[in-house]
């Protein structure tokens, strides 16, 4: 007795048109997404960062009213038998300037 196909081909249709979609939406992502790059003078800052949150304007920046603000928080967390380290670390400036217009 042979195998009828015919109702299986409304399912391949969608499956191959979702496995086309998925593919051309991954290149687009790849192609417009940028590699990135690893600046050691921030890796040294953020090492330098002291554990906990602070915000201050520096005086020499008033006429700025630049505002920078820092935050690190450490921790070591174990978690079903294993060990991670939680490192995270954040440096912020935010500036606004009054425009001559």
């Keep these: 007795m042979p195998l009828p196909l015919a109702p299986l081909i409304p399912l391949a249709v969608r499956l191959g048109l979702v496995a086309t979609t998925t593919f051309a939406l991954t290149r687009l992502v790849q192609?417009?997404?940028h590699p990135g790059r690893t600046d050691?003078?921030?890796e040294d800052?953020?090492?330098d960062?002291?554990?906990?949150?602070s915000l201050h304007r520096p005086a020499d920046r008033a006429e700025d009213r630049q505002t920078n603000a820092t935050a690190r928080v450490r921790r070591v967390i174990r978690f079903r038998g294993r060990t991670y380290e939680?490192?995270?670390?954040?440096?912020a400036r935010f500036r606004l300037r009054a425009t001559g217009e």
Excluded: F
Aim: aromatic share 0%; glycine share 16%.
């Design 49 to 53: 960062l002291g554990e906990g949150l």
């Design 45 to 47: 800052a953020l090492d």
């Design 86 to 91: 939680l490192d995270a670390g954040l440096l």
């Design 31 to 33: 192609s417009a997404s």
């Design 40 to 42: 050691q003078r921030a």
